[in-house]
């Protein structure tokens, strides 16, 4: 594993973390804060569990305000390991019985008749478990875990930053394997290997290689598909790196671009970074989504423009506040870290996708992610 580029404190940026929650549910008037969502547990106590689907809602993490420091309820296996990772918080075995354990918590915090949140993946059966054992409380499906990590604290950029230089890593390697003959999944697996080999935690996602047709129809998987001469490949990959996450995507042709190849990849190039420079503090996450769409349809290819969303936020989680689109009047904060993503996507011709990792400061964008654009 390589050396930091710069250090981070674990601790600090907990610490830092637990007062944004604390507040936040001041504000909401919350008692209590309930989750087990791995991206939400990440955040609150620092532990970065085992990156999986079957792993989302393993450890229950229980917030009080009066707390110093959450409680993390994990597998009993697991409490040496935890312990060892976050010395700092009062790390607890999950029982057969969780209703009854959170229970006797609130009660030592005199709390069980409160107002208490939900996190997001709380399921419906550990909800009504708690309506059943907490009856005087009043149970809250509470999205603030998720206003409260959208915005970064100058320890999070500091992880984000080396998790972007990590995917640059892998970004490399699959522009690198994008020869003619070579298979999608190759592409793929070279961008994952490097970026394990740089010390990433596992890939954000499994990284996305797309290539000719599958790109034109947005077919987010790495296929046995071979790479053929005049191919445009979409690669769309980032890396999990100390418990966050970031995420980029660069197009990349395999021999000589065509001339229609050239003029829609500088069209998505510029949309991409006009785009980039309208982010600054209090532009709507809306208006933001416009700036590429109207350079699409001012250029003519309106029904070509893509169908998702222009950005998304980073961090414990891949996709995560903000969500810049059409439909979102969030404004932008000084320490929202985003992923913009502007393409276009034709049958007949392939995919463009180009996306970077952009912090919003008090002077406008930082832009993370360096890999070069095509030289044409």
């Known amino acids: 594993m390589p050396q930091l580029f710069q250090s981070f404190d674990r601790k600090k940026m907990v610490k830092m973390n637990i007062e944004r929650v604390r507040n936040l549910m001041k504000k909401e008037h919350l008692d209590a804060i309930i989750c087990n969502s791995m991206d939400d547990v990440r955040y609150l106590t620092g532990f970065s569990t085992f990156h999986g689907v079957l792993w989302a809602a ?100 500091k992880i984000l930053s080396e998790a972007s230089a990590v995917a640059e890593m892998g970004m490399n390697a699959a522009i690198e394997a994008c020869n003619e003959g070579v298979r999608e999944y190759e592409v793929a697996a070279a961008a994952e290997y490097a970026m394990r080999n ?52 660069r197009t990349a042709i395999v021999g000589t671009p065509t001339k229609e190849q050239k003029e829609i990849y500088s069209l998505v190039l510029e949309a991409e970074q006009k785009t980039i420079q309208a982010i600054k503090p209090g532009a709507k996450c809306s208006y933001i989504d416009g700036v590429s769409r109207k350079i699409f349809k001012d250029a003519g290819y309106e029904r070509y423009t893509h169908k998702y969303g222009t950005g998304h936020g980073l961090g414990t989680a891949t996709w995560e506040a903000p969500s810049i689109d059409p439909s979102n009047n969030t404004t932008l904060q000084p320490g929202m870290f985003v992923a913009v993503e502007p393409g276009i996507h034709k049958r007949g011709f392939g995919g463009i996708r180009i996306e970077d990792n952009i912090l919003v400061t008090e002077h406008g964008p930082k832009v993370f992610t360096k890999t070069r654009y095509w030289d044409i």
């Open 198 to 249: 740089a010390g990433a935690e596992a890939p954000a996602f499994s990284a996305i290689v797309m290539s000719g047709e599958n790109a034109s129809i947005c077919k987010e998987l790495s296929t046995d598909k071979r790479l053929r001469r005049g191919d445009l490949v979409l690669i769309d990959q980032g890396a999990l790196y100390e418990g966050y996450n970031s995420e980029f995507a």
């Open 58 to 157: 393993i450890h229950i993490s229980v917030f009080t305000t009066d707390q110093e420091t959450p409680t993390l309820y994990t597998l009993p296996y697991m409490i040496d390991y935890v312990k060892e990772t976050v010395p700092w918080i009062d790390v607890q075995e999950e029982s057969m019985n969780m209703p009854t354990t959170i229970q006797k918590l609130l009660q030592e915090h005199k709390i069980e008749k409160g107002r208490i949140g939900l996190g997001s993946l709380v399921s419906y059966g550990l909800g009504k478990a708690l309506e059943n054992t907490l009856p005087y409380a009043t149970l809250i499906n509470s999205s603030m875990m998720a206003e409260a990590r959208s915005i970064k604290n100058d320890e999070e950029i």
